[in-house]
Nanobody
Framework: QVQLVESGGGLVQAGGSLRLSCAASGRTFIGYAVAWFRQAPGKEREFVARSSYTGGSTLYAASVKGRFTIFRNNAQNTAYLQMNSLKPEDTAVYYC???????????????WGQGTQVTVSS
């Protein structure tokens, strides 16, 4: 069993930056892809970014590409999402998840964190 805990969310003004962290416990990240998803009120959970286990393959949603960066430190069982140039439409609860397959659909991810709120004011 894996437990994932996100942190780093908060309130930031448009144009600002935040770095989210996702710490795993219970077992390591070995062999798992890591992804970030987000869910705004009244909307479905959507893919934000994902990274292969080595970090050599990353993929971003079009809405965040060029502004967000996903990276990971496998030795510390932690993944990150660096978010720059934040916009009000980035406001959502952000979740990290891990999977043994490199996909972007939420249903393909086996383990999830509890989420961290990101609010971007205009």
């Amino acid at each position: 069993q894996v437990q994932l805990v996100e942190s780093g969310g908060g309130l930031v003004q448009a144009g600002g930056s935040l770095r989210l962290s996702c710490a795993a416990s219970g077992r390591t990240f070995i062999g798992y892809a890591v992804a970030w998803f987000r869910q705004a009120p009244g909307k479905e959970r959507e893919f934000v970014a994902r990274s292969s286990y080595t970090g050599g393959s990353t993929l971003y949603a079009a809405s965040v590409k060029g502004r967000f960066t996903i990276f990971r430190n496998n030795a510390q069982n932690t993944a990150y999402l660096q978010m720059n140039s934040l916009k009000p439409e980035d406001t959502a609860v952000y979740y990290c998840a891990i999977s043994q397959v490199l996909r972007i659909h939420p249903g393909d991810y086996e383990y999830w964190g509890q989420g961290t709120q990101v609010t971007v004011s205009s």
